[in-house]
């Protein structure tokens, strides 16, 4: 899964059953594995990236939001390169449109945390140039416009096996 800091991935990884600690790529990867400041550092992120998504063993993941990473694989993905590895799984794009998202993001993490207020700004203060980069990357898209996590979660695991 792809979206906004907020969108509900972790929380749709919760209700499936699957653990975000292995399933989050940031949380698998360790943030600081998936490099993201110079290009060069982009190209790394996505070779693991694409690795990682490849050999996963979890039905349902998500993608880490690191724009540079994310930006080198929309490149990557329309050129065609990497082809087998992108055929080898599916990007669903968890759409909330922006006024639910700011509302979502003035709540705790889905694991209880607390959100950064730079992080949360960042978000809102990026939404369309993030929400043209995700739906340049998704195979699918579900729209999670006032929808509980328990439907979004449904319409995802039902889309990963229509394809």
């Known amino acids: 899964m792809i979206g906004h800091s907020g969108a509900g991935k972790?929380?749709?990884?919760k209700e499936l059953g699957v653990d975000h600690k292995t399933a989050d790529m940031d949380a698998a990867l360790l943030r600081s594995l998936l490099p993201c400041e110079s290009q060069a550092e982009a190209s790394k992120g996505l070779a693991l990236a694409l690795s990682w998504l490849v050999s996963h063993d979890s039905r349902v993941v998500t993608v880490s939001n690191c724009e540079k990473m994310l930006y080198a694989m929309r490149i990557a993905k329309l050129?065609?390169?990497?082809?087998?590895?992108f055929a080898s799984f599916f990007l669903v794009y968890l759409h909330k449109p922006l006024a639910e998202l700011r509302e979502h993001l003035a709540k705790p993490t889905a694991v209880g945390g607390a959100r950064s207020p730079d992080g949360v700004q960042y978000t809102i203060n990026n939404y369309?140039?993030?929400?043209?980069?995700?739906?340049q990357l998704a195979d699918r898209t579900v729209d999670c416009s006032g929808k509980a996590v328990k439907l979004v979660a449904a319409e995802v695991s039902a889309i990963r096996?229509?394809?």
């Open 128 to 135: 369309a140039r993030l929400h043209t980069l995700y739906s």
């Open 10 to 13: 972790t929380a749709c990884l």
């Open 161 to 163: 096996w229509a394809e």
């Open 79 to 85: 050129a065609t390169r990497h082809r087998d590895q």
